[in-house]
């Protein structure tokens, strides 16, 4: 079994378009509008666009804000978490880099322009 995407409600389509663009060097893979004109945009790794179907993260457009919930966070790999972190407001930063040795791996985790939280991991 393998994840396709996570789809997620947000009022900025754009907005988290730009975002995880500058954070992960995230690209549109594809988008639709659904027969009601909700915008639906897929962002993911560009160097996984040539598969059949590449893992993302799907925007759905909102009519307005939205409440994150009990939604906890999408966990997304990264090659350095420092250098991620570091190119991020304070505020977006909730807690790490953390060097998690029984995972081999370090993480951070932050707070997307809308709410949704996001853990960043490095593989070790």
Do not use: K
């Not at 897929?42 to 759905?60: E, H, L, N, S």
């Not at 090659?79 to 407001?89: I, P, Q, R, T």
């Amino acid at each position: 079994m393998t994840l396709r995407h996570t789809a997620v409600r947000v009022e900025d389509v754009e907005a988290n378009v730009d975002f995880y663009a500058d954070l992960l060097g995230y690209e549109v893979l594809r988008e639709f509008e659904t027969d009601d004109g909700t915008r639906n945009v897929f962002v993911g790794d560009p160097a996984d666009a040539d598969t059949d179907d590449p893992a993302a993260i799907q925007f759905v457009e909102a009519d307005g804000p939205v409440e994150t919930g009990d939604f906890e966070h999408v966990a997304l790999t990264v090659d350095d978490v420092g250098a991620a972190v570091e190119s991020l407001d304070d505020e977006r930063v909730d807690d790490g880099p953390i060097t998690m040795e029984e995972f081999d791996s370090r993480v951070a985790f932050v707070t997307g322009p809308e709410g949704w939280g996001i853990e960043l991991v490095e593989d070790l």
